[in-house]
């Protein structure tokens, strides 16, 4: 008899439970914390889906469909948005940005609407006025290539100091060119660095000067670091805690940026250790809204002790990941600084510059694979990309075991015809940013001439034809990190005057929706979790005024970001 009622109870037991458990499943399926309907739904996912509504229970999507089936997700607990025709798309991810840059050039001199050298003494003189004596002046932006009328003294395009130096005699002054790949500095600021005529090109740099050997207040690549490191000292005689404040500063104000672009996941291309401390600090108290996808910036005598304990991945709620390594192999265009195979058409007695010697490149490479980080170059001219293909190919044959590493050329701006195969044959990345070829092609051509600029230049069709993954990205401070201007100047390759550069070149719509979505996830390891709109996905999307799919090209510069929801928040609103 005990043992009858022993069964019975353990079997109404188990009945009980599965009622219970049945009942909150129910729940769970039936309810949605969020539905959006009512829209153009873009899914991005693999057959290409458009839908009308989306349902998100906590941060993750759990339905995608028609208006009329999203219902039954809905009760007096859902936030229910009338998207009245607007459009969903996965939320932005760029893939090549800085995000302290980003927030530090909010506050610092603006210099990329500066139409000439005038200009730029002009806004260097307001700022001293209401400086104190003795503080640095910090611009950025400025572009000679750009600029109208050119200076009427310069060498090889750049205006020498005087000027500056005259409207600034008691404040040192750096001015970071618009790729970030070159300074201008007054004379203030030289003698405090003691810059000579004397003083030599440091390796990988070159200190611009005049045929009499005068510096004429423009260093170049590495030889930015000889002004660089004077500022950086200015800055050390603040409190911990006030330099602790400033960086948080620049951090959350390029994270508000992000958001008021659409942009829910962002690849900093460039993080130092101490970077990453301030960031994983943010992260533990909730204050990144986005979610950010870390490469680290150090040299390989810092990387080899503790490159290991750096690593992490989904931290916060998939709020961070750093799993990768930024490398340069070369400089910009603009300021002549990218390592071409041949000399550049403007500076015949120029090649470039190999920024970092490349034996400090293959230890890191090699240190990256063995503790299985992502490599993330910079190279942006034809030799450049040709030799870090050469060290990715070299280290892979070696390592046959290591698959799937997805390392990544960030820029990939020029390339040779021979190698754009190489990409999608060794398994490389092409993180390129479109709106770089609108803005720099006034000056391409000058640099490369026609024959290079047409065929390799921004390649985008030719990768792609040979099914090279490109992720896209602003490589903001230096342009704006608006997704929407990118993606224009993705599909269009029209320059401000309403040419277009090389447009065979361009990509379709959705090619280039995709390399601001799946394809930046795939490249950060991350399209299991983001990147597409699908069920079991995390919940993050970007709402616009209108479907960039199908409007002509122009009216892309004028569609909004409505809505940008990260996991399910909506943090911003239009």
């Not at 800085?98 to 730029?120: R, S």
């Not at 000027?163 to 203030?188: C, D, T």
């Amino acid at each position: 008899m005990k043992n009858k009622f022993l069964k019975f109870f353990n079997t109404l037991s188990i009945g009980i439970i599965l009622v219970i458990v049945l009942t909150n499943c129910s729940k769970e399926v039936n309810h949605a914390d969020l539905v959006l309907y009512n829209g153009t739904i873009i899914t991005v996912d693999s057959n290409n889906t458009m839908a009308e509504a989306i349902a998100v229970s906590g941060d993750t999507i759990m339905f995608i469909g028609s208006n009329n089936s999203v219902k039954k997700f809905i009760d007096d607990s859902t936030k229910v948005i009338d998207l009245k025709g607007q459009t969903a798309l996965p939320g932005f991810i760029d893939s090549h940005a800085h995000l302290t840059g980003t927030g530090k050039a909010q506050i610092i001199l603006n210099l990329q609407e500066a139409k000439n050298w005038d200009e730029v003494v002009y806004l260097v003189a307001q700022a001293v006025s209401k400086a104190k004596f003795g503080e640095w002046i910090i611009g950025r932006g400025w572009h000679q290539e750009k600029w109208n009328p050119k200076p009427s003294k310069n060498v090889r395009g750049f205006p020498y100091h005087y000027k500056l130096s005259q409207a600034s005699p008691n404040n040192p002054v750096m001015l970071s060119h618009a790729s970030g790949h070159a300074v201008f500095a007054n004379e203030k600021a030289m003698k405090m660095a003691n810059i000579t005529s004397d003083t030599p090109n440091p390796r990988g740099g070159e200190i611009i000067k005049d045929s009499s050997g005068i510096p004429i207040g423009v260093f170049m690549e590495e030889a930015e670091t000889l002004i660089s490191k004077k500022y950086r000292e200015y800055q050390l005689k603040k409190s911990a805690e006030d330099l602790l404040k400033e960086k948080k500063k620049y951090i959350t104000m390029a994270i508000n940026e992000c958001l008021s672009k659409g942009i829910t996941t962002l690849h900093d291309a460039g993080a130092t250790f101490n970077d990453l401390k301030v960031i994983k600090e943010m992260a533990d108290s909730n204050q990144l809204k986005i979610r950010l996808y870390e490469m680290i910036l150090e040299d390989y005598n810092s990387l080899k002790d503790s490159i290991r304990a750096y690593q992490t991945v989904g931290y916060k709620n998939n709020h961070l990941t750093v799993r990768a390594v930024k490398l340069y192999i070369d400089g910009a265009l603009g300021s002549r600084g990218a390592w071409l195979l041949s000399p550049y058409k403007d500076a015949p007695d120029q090649s470039g510059l190999n920024v970092t010697p490349l034996s400090e490149i293959k230890n890191v490479a090699k240190l990256a694979l063995e503790n299985d980080f992502q490599i993330c170059t910079h190279a942006i001219g034809d030799k450049g990309n040709r030799v870090i293909l050469n060290i990715y190919e070299d280290i892979f044959n070696k390592n046959p075991d290591k698959k799937d590493l997805r390392w990544r050329v960030e820029h990939a701006q020029h390339l040779s015809k021979k190698d754009i195969p190489r990409f999608n044959k060794l398994g490389v990345i092409a993180a390129m940013q479109g709106i770089h070829c609108t803005s720099d092609a006034p000056f391409v051509e000058k640099r490369l001439g026609k024959g290079r600029a047409k065929i390799g230049a921004y390649a985008w069709r030719s990768l792609i034809e040979n099914r090279t993954t490109i992720c896209n990205g602003t490589d903001s401070p230096v342009e704006d990190i608006d997704p929407l201007q990118n993606i224009y100047a993705t599909v269009t390759r029209k320059t401000k005057d309403g040419s277009q550069f090389y447009p065979e070149q361009k990509m379709t719509r959705l090619e280039a929706i995709k390399s601001y979505t799946i394809n930046g996830a795939y490249a950060a390891f991350e399209e299991q979790l983001k990147g597409t709109l699908e069920i079991g996905k995390l919940a993050d999307i970007t709402v616009l005024s209108k479907n960039i799919l199908d409007i002509p090209d122009k009216e892309i510069l004028n569609t909004k970001v409505i809505y940008t929801i990260v996991g399910g928040k909506i943090l911003f609103i239009k």
